[in-house]
């Protein structure tokens, strides 16, 4: 059964882009552009991971991570972030959640990216 990776990301582009890499590389993934759509699609799809831009209009990825978080705590995170002072923000919030945060800055690589999601979901 492929795992699945639930990619966030206001920009459409990026979102699209990112759910390609991981459909290429044997994942099952849905893009979504902002957290309250995100939240509905988890609610069916049921995400091993979900990979989120810090910074989206409404809600942003940092209170998607926390209510994902408490409605699904089995689901891992990878945060993405062009700005750099996102950081401190991602580290708190992390420490708030008890739970690791991983953070990726944007424009990220596939490989890096790939390898992340691995290491997070255990190897297949």
């Not at 978080?69 to 008890?98: D, F, G, H, W």
Request: proline share 5%; hydrophobic share 45%; charged share 25%.
């Amino acid at each position: 059964m492929k795992q699945r990776v639930l990619v966030v990301d206001d920009d459409r582009l990026v979102a699209d882009t990112l759910r390609m890499v991981f459909v290429v590389n044997g994942f099952e993934s849905e893009a979504c552009y902002s957290a309250a759509e995100a939240l509905h699609r988890a609610k069916t799809f049921s995400p091993e991971l979900l990979l989120c831009d810090v910074t989206m209009p409404g809600q942003n990825g940092l209170q998607l991570a926390a209510a994902m978080s408490r409605e699904m705590p089995k689901c891992q995170v990878i945060m993405l972030t062009a700005y750099l002072s996102n950081a401190a923000s991602v580290e708190l919030e992390a420490l708030r959640m008890k739970r690791p945060l991983k953070l990726l800055s944007k424009p990220c690589r596939p490989e890096l990216l790939l390898k992340e999601a691995g290491e997070l979901l255990g190897d297949r």
